[in-house]
Protein backbone atom coordinates (compact mmCIF):
# COMPACT_ATOMS: atom_id res chain seq x y z
CA UNK A 1 0.00 0.00 0.00
CA UNK A 2 1.14 3.53 -0.86
CA UNK A 3 2.03 5.96 1.81
CA UNK A 4 3.00 8.89 2.37
CA UNK A 5 5.40 10.61 4.69
CA UNK A 6 4.50 13.72 6.65
CA UNK A 7 7.33 16.58 7.33
CA UNK A 8 6.90 16.11 11.37
CA UNK A 9 7.89 12.31 10.97
CA UNK A 10 4.39 11.02 10.66
CA UNK A 11 3.23 9.23 8.17
CA UNK A 12 -0.37 7.92 6.29
CA UNK A 13 -1.31 4.68 4.11
CA UNK A 14 -3.48 5.70 1.60
CA UNK A 15 -5.08 4.40 -1.70
CA UNK A 16 -2.97 6.42 -4.36
CA UNK A 17 0.21 8.97 -4.72
CA UNK A 18 0.02 11.37 -7.44
CA UNK A 19 2.80 13.01 -9.02
CA UNK A 20 2.28 15.85 -6.85
CA UNK A 21 3.19 13.50 -3.65
CA UNK A 22 -0.88 13.99 -2.94
CA UNK A 23 -3.18 11.31 -2.08
CA UNK A 24 -5.52 12.31 -5.36
CA UNK A 25 -6.08 11.31 -8.92
CA UNK A 26 -3.41 12.30 -11.37
CA UNK A 27 -3.49 15.59 -12.71
CA UNK A 28 -0.26 16.80 -14.32
CA UNK A 29 -0.41 20.48 -14.68
CA UNK A 30 1.17 22.03 -17.79
CA UNK A 31 3.27 24.71 -18.52
CA UNK A 32 0.93 27.52 -19.81
CA UNK A 33 2.40 30.30 -21.42
CA UNK A 34 -0.93 32.85 -19.94
CA UNK A 35 -3.04 32.95 -17.05
CA UNK A 36 -5.82 30.20 -17.27
CA UNK A 37 -8.07 33.39 -15.79
CA UNK A 38 -8.62 36.89 -17.12
CA UNK A 39 -6.18 38.50 -14.54
CA UNK A 40 -2.84 40.76 -14.94
CA UNK A 41 -0.31 38.56 -16.66
CA UNK A 42 3.50 38.64 -15.35
CA UNK A 43 6.71 40.03 -16.43
CA UNK A 44 10.05 39.42 -15.87
CA UNK A 45 12.21 42.49 -14.83
CA UNK A 46 15.04 44.43 -16.65
CA UNK A 47 18.43 42.33 -17.43
CA UNK A 48 20.90 44.87 -17.18
CA UNK A 49 23.72 43.05 -19.54
CA UNK A 50 26.11 45.85 -18.51
CA UNK A 51 28.88 44.25 -17.04
CA UNK A 52 28.26 45.80 -13.78
CA UNK A 53 28.67 49.31 -15.27
CA UNK A 54 25.08 51.20 -15.17
CA UNK A 55 25.08 49.82 -11.56
CA UNK A 56 25.80 51.39 -8.34
CA UNK A 57 26.87 50.32 -4.55
CA UNK A 58 25.22 52.88 -1.98
CA UNK A 59 29.21 54.73 -1.94
CA UNK A 60 29.08 55.43 -5.84
CA UNK A 61 25.33 56.84 -5.59
CA UNK A 62 26.27 58.59 -2.65
CA UNK A 63 29.18 60.15 -4.13
CA UNK A 64 27.17 60.68 -7.66
CA UNK A 65 24.85 63.10 -6.08
CA UNK A 66 27.29 65.19 -3.94
CA UNK A 67 29.64 65.30 -7.54
CA UNK A 68 26.67 66.20 -9.37
CA UNK A 69 23.64 67.19 -7.60
CA UNK A 70 22.02 68.70 -11.07
CA UNK A 71 21.95 64.56 -12.06
CA UNK A 72 20.59 62.95 -9.40
CA UNK A 73 17.55 62.19 -11.19
CA UNK A 74 19.16 59.61 -13.48
CA UNK A 75 20.11 57.44 -9.74
CA UNK A 76 17.09 54.85 -9.47
CA UNK A 77 16.67 52.05 -6.51
CA UNK A 78 17.60 48.65 -7.89
CA UNK A 79 16.16 45.59 -6.76
CA UNK A 80 16.68 41.67 -7.38
CA UNK A 81 15.91 39.12 -5.00
CA UNK A 82 18.14 39.77 -2.89
CA UNK A 83 17.54 43.41 -2.44
CA UNK A 84 14.32 42.60 -2.22
CA UNK A 85 14.47 40.28 0.54
CA UNK A 86 17.08 41.22 2.40
CA UNK A 87 17.30 44.96 2.14
CA UNK A 88 20.41 45.16 0.71
CA UNK A 89 20.81 49.06 -1.16
CA UNK A 90 22.18 49.07 -4.64
CA UNK A 91 20.96 51.41 -7.41
CA UNK A 92 21.60 52.08 -11.36
CA UNK A 93 22.09 54.74 -13.48
CA UNK A 94 18.47 54.77 -15.12
CA UNK A 95 19.37 56.75 -18.34
CA UNK A 96 16.35 56.02 -20.60
CA UNK A 97 15.15 60.37 -20.68
CA UNK A 98 19.32 61.13 -20.46
CA UNK A 99 20.32 63.23 -24.02
CA UNK A 100 23.51 62.57 -25.37
CA UNK A 101 24.79 65.84 -24.39
CA UNK A 102 23.51 65.21 -20.29
CA UNK A 103 25.55 61.89 -21.09
CA UNK A 104 28.79 63.49 -22.59
CA UNK A 105 28.81 66.30 -20.29
CA UNK A 106 29.07 64.14 -16.74
CA UNK A 107 32.33 61.97 -16.65
CA UNK A 108 30.70 60.01 -14.83
CA UNK A 109 28.31 58.53 -16.50
CA UNK A 110 29.85 59.00 -19.64
CA UNK A 111 32.49 56.33 -18.54
CA UNK A 112 30.04 54.23 -16.91
CA UNK A 113 28.59 54.26 -20.75
CA UNK A 114 31.89 53.43 -22.55
CA UNK A 115 32.74 50.43 -20.32
CA UNK A 116 29.67 49.04 -21.05
CA UNK A 117 29.38 49.56 -24.76
CA UNK A 118 32.67 47.64 -24.68
CA UNK A 119 31.98 44.86 -22.22
CA UNK A 120 28.36 44.32 -24.89
CA UNK A 121 31.27 44.20 -27.72
CA UNK A 122 33.01 41.26 -26.01
CA UNK A 123 29.91 38.86 -25.81
CA UNK A 124 27.57 36.49 -28.55
CA UNK A 125 25.87 38.12 -31.10
CA UNK A 126 22.75 39.08 -29.76
CA UNK A 127 25.04 40.89 -26.69
CA UNK A 128 26.56 42.83 -29.33
CA UNK A 129 23.36 44.58 -30.82
CA UNK A 130 23.02 45.80 -26.91
CA UNK A 131 26.31 48.07 -27.31
CA UNK A 132 24.08 50.29 -29.96
CA UNK A 133 22.80 51.38 -26.73
CA UNK A 134 25.24 50.99 -24.13
CA UNK A 135 23.35 53.54 -21.75
CA UNK A 136 20.11 51.26 -21.59
CA UNK A 137 19.29 48.06 -19.66
CA UNK A 138 18.14 45.04 -22.14
CA UNK A 139 14.62 46.02 -20.98
CA UNK A 140 13.51 49.21 -19.87
CA UNK A 141 9.68 48.35 -18.59
CA UNK A 142 8.78 50.58 -16.12
CA UNK A 143 5.06 50.41 -14.58
CA UNK A 144 3.61 53.13 -12.74
CA UNK A 145 3.10 50.45 -10.36
CA UNK A 146 3.76 46.15 -9.52
CA UNK A 147 3.30 43.61 -7.03
CA UNK A 148 6.46 42.04 -7.02
CA UNK A 149 7.34 38.46 -6.63
CA UNK A 150 10.92 36.96 -5.93
CA UNK A 151 11.57 34.12 -8.44
CA UNK A 152 13.49 32.13 -5.11
CA UNK A 153 12.02 31.84 -1.97
CA UNK A 154 12.97 29.70 1.30
CA UNK A 155 10.93 26.81 1.90
CA UNK A 156 10.60 27.49 5.48
CA UNK A 157 8.80 30.39 5.17
CA UNK A 158 4.57 30.00 5.34
CA UNK A 159 4.32 32.75 2.92
CA UNK A 160 6.50 34.31 -0.03
CA UNK A 161 6.95 37.94 0.79
CA UNK A 162 5.13 40.14 -1.74
CA UNK A 163 5.02 44.13 -2.40
CA UNK A 164 3.76 46.69 -4.04
CA UNK A 165 6.57 49.21 -5.86
CA UNK A 166 5.98 52.71 -7.26
CA UNK A 167 8.05 53.59 -10.96
CA UNK A 168 10.62 54.92 -9.01
CA UNK A 169 12.19 51.73 -8.50
CA UNK A 170 13.96 49.48 -11.17
CA UNK A 171 13.42 45.71 -10.88
CA UNK A 172 16.24 42.96 -12.65
CA UNK A 173 15.43 39.89 -13.92
CA UNK A 174 15.44 38.44 -10.39
CA UNK A 175 11.97 38.76 -9.71
CA UNK A 176 8.34 38.87 -11.18
CA UNK A 177 6.22 41.40 -11.64
CA UNK A 178 2.75 42.09 -12.08
CA UNK A 179 2.50 45.58 -13.42
CA UNK A 180 -0.70 48.00 -12.77
CA UNK A 181 -2.61 44.98 -10.35
CA UNK A 182 -4.84 45.79 -7.76
CA UNK A 183 -4.70 45.10 -4.19
CA UNK A 184 -7.25 42.19 -4.32
CA UNK A 185 -4.72 40.72 -6.84
CA UNK A 186 -2.51 40.92 -3.66
CA UNK A 187 -4.94 39.73 -1.34
CA UNK A 188 -5.41 35.92 -3.15
CA UNK A 189 -1.67 36.02 -4.35
CA UNK A 190 -0.43 36.48 -0.76
CA UNK A 191 -2.86 34.00 0.66
CA UNK A 192 -2.41 31.10 2.67
CA UNK A 193 -4.82 28.86 -0.23
CA UNK A 194 -2.13 30.59 -3.00
CA UNK A 195 0.57 29.58 -1.18
CA UNK A 196 -0.82 25.93 -0.70
CA UNK A 197 -0.72 25.70 -4.38
CA UNK A 198 2.79 27.03 -4.85
CA UNK A 199 3.80 24.00 -2.36
CA UNK A 200 1.87 21.43 -4.57
CA UNK A 201 2.91 22.35 -7.67
CA UNK A 202 5.96 24.81 -7.82
CA UNK A 203 9.86 23.21 -8.75
CA UNK A 204 12.87 23.64 -6.72
CA UNK A 205 16.15 25.67 -6.49
CA UNK A 206 17.76 23.06 -3.89
CA UNK A 207 14.59 23.14 -1.10
CA UNK A 208 13.58 26.88 -1.49
CA UNK A 209 10.65 27.57 -3.48
CA UNK A 210 11.00 28.34 -7.32
CA UNK A 211 7.99 30.39 -8.14
CA UNK A 212 7.43 29.67 -11.99
CA UNK A 213 4.91 31.82 -13.78
CA UNK A 214 4.42 29.61 -16.52
CA UNK A 215 3.35 26.43 -13.54
CA UNK A 216 2.89 27.94 -10.48
CA UNK A 217 0.73 31.45 -11.75
CA UNK A 218 -0.71 30.75 -15.06
CA UNK A 219 -2.41 27.45 -13.67
CA UNK A 220 -3.83 29.10 -11.08
CA UNK A 221 -7.73 28.66 -10.18
CA UNK A 222 -8.92 32.20 -9.86
CA UNK A 223 -12.74 32.58 -8.15
CA UNK A 224 -15.72 34.95 -9.10
CA UNK A 225 -16.03 36.96 -6.30
CA UNK A 226 -19.21 39.28 -5.46
CA UNK A 227 -18.51 42.59 -4.87
CA UNK A 228 -18.74 42.26 -0.83
CA UNK A 229 -15.73 40.17 -1.16
CA UNK A 230 -13.56 42.48 -3.23
CA UNK A 231 -14.08 45.38 -0.44
CA UNK A 232 -13.67 43.71 2.20
CA UNK A 233 -10.29 41.78 1.09
CA UNK A 234 -8.82 45.14 -0.07
CA UNK A 235 -9.50 45.94 3.53
CA UNK A 236 -7.55 43.10 4.89
CA UNK A 237 -4.91 43.18 2.61
CA UNK A 238 -4.30 46.82 3.32
CA UNK A 239 -3.66 46.10 6.89
CA UNK A 240 -1.02 43.66 5.86
CA UNK A 241 1.08 46.04 3.97
CA UNK A 242 0.05 48.49 7.11
CA UNK A 243 1.25 46.22 9.90
CA UNK A 244 5.02 46.09 7.63
CA UNK A 245 5.19 49.78 7.85
CA UNK A 246 5.12 49.59 11.49
CA UNK A 247 9.06 47.91 11.31
CA UNK A 248 10.85 50.23 8.69
CA UNK A 249 14.35 48.85 9.56
CA UNK A 250 12.95 45.06 9.13
CA UNK A 251 13.78 43.21 5.84
CA UNK A 252 10.93 40.70 4.11
CA UNK A 253 12.98 38.53 4.99
CA UNK A 254 13.62 39.06 9.05
CA UNK A 255 9.43 39.64 8.78
CA UNK A 256 8.58 36.40 7.32
CA UNK A 257 10.72 34.73 9.50
CA UNK A 258 8.16 32.06 11.00
CA UNK A 259 9.99 32.65 14.19
CA UNK A 260 10.59 36.84 14.03
CA UNK A 261 7.31 36.90 12.38
CA UNK A 262 5.43 39.96 14.10
CA UNK A 263 1.82 39.57 16.03
CA UNK A 264 -0.08 42.37 13.76
CA UNK A 265 1.56 41.16 10.49
CA UNK A 266 0.49 37.47 11.43
CA UNK A 267 -2.86 38.44 12.75
CA UNK A 268 -3.27 40.63 9.07
CA UNK A 269 -2.33 37.41 7.25
CA UNK A 270 -4.50 35.35 8.92
CA UNK A 271 -7.62 37.53 8.26
CA UNK A 272 -6.47 37.54 4.18
CA UNK A 273 -6.64 33.75 4.91
CA UNK A 274 -9.88 33.35 6.89
CA UNK A 275 -11.49 35.80 3.48
CA UNK A 276 -9.84 33.58 0.80
CA UNK A 277 -10.63 30.21 2.32
CA UNK A 278 -14.29 31.83 2.41
CA UNK A 279 -14.23 32.47 -1.33
CA UNK A 280 -13.06 29.29 -2.28
CA UNK A 281 -15.29 27.39 -0.11
CA UNK A 282 -13.07 25.77 2.32
CA UNK A 283 -12.93 26.20 6.27
CA UNK A 284 -10.51 25.60 8.86
CA UNK A 285 -11.37 21.73 9.06
CA UNK A 286 -10.02 21.43 5.25
CA UNK A 287 -6.26 20.04 5.27
CA UNK A 288 -3.49 21.10 3.47
CA UNK A 289 -3.72 18.42 1.14
CA UNK A 290 -7.68 18.45 0.65
CA UNK A 291 -7.08 21.83 -0.17
CA UNK A 292 -4.15 21.07 -2.80
CA UNK A 293 -6.25 18.13 -4.07
CA UNK A 294 -9.22 20.41 -4.72
CA UNK A 295 -7.22 23.09 -6.56
CA UNK A 296 -5.74 20.75 -8.55
CA UNK A 297 -9.38 19.79 -9.51
CA UNK A 298 -10.42 22.84 -10.63
CA UNK A 299 -6.95 23.34 -12.63
CA UNK A 300 -7.89 20.67 -14.41
CA UNK A 301 -11.52 21.95 -15.14
CA UNK A 302 -10.53 25.41 -16.33
CA UNK A 303 -7.73 24.02 -18.28
CA UNK A 304 -9.76 21.55 -20.51
CA UNK A 305 -12.59 24.05 -20.71
CA UNK A 306 -10.24 27.03 -21.90
CA UNK A 307 -8.37 24.28 -24.09
CA UNK A 308 -11.89 23.22 -25.71
CA UNK A 309 -12.65 27.06 -26.24
CA UNK A 310 -9.55 27.29 -27.98
CA UNK A 311 -10.36 24.80 -30.40
CA UNK A 312 -13.19 26.33 -30.88
CA UNK A 313 -12.04 29.25 -31.27
CA UNK A 314 -9.71 28.35 -34.35
CA UNK A 315 -12.08 26.88 -36.23
CA UNK A 316 -14.65 29.83 -35.72
CA UNK A 317 -11.68 31.83 -37.09
CA UNK A 318 -10.37 29.46 -39.88
CA UNK A 319 -14.72 29.93 -40.99
CA UNK A 320 -14.34 33.46 -40.73
CA UNK A 321 -11.09 33.35 -43.48
CA UNK A 322 -13.20 31.26 -45.72
Known sequence: MPRIFNPDGTFE????VNFYLLNGSDIFVKSRSTPLCPVPKIVTGNRPADGGNLILSEDEKNYF?????????????LIGGEEF?????????WLVDATPDEIKRNKFIYERVKKCKEDRLKGAADRQKLADTPHLFRETFVPSNA???????????????????????????????IPNAEIWHFGILTSSVHMIWMRAVC???????NYSVKIVYNNFAWMNMEFGDYAELILAAG???????????????????????PKDLRAAHREVDKIVMRIYGYDESWSEEEIAIDLLKRYEFLSNYVDEHKHDKKISDDDDEE
Open 13 to 16: DVDH
Open 65 to 77: IEKYPQDKKFIRT
Open 85 to 93: LHNKKRYCL
Open 147 to 177: IVIPVVSSEKRKYIPMAYIDNQVICTDRVKL
Open 203 to 209: GRLESRY
Open 239 to 261: KILKARKNYPDASLADLYDEVTM
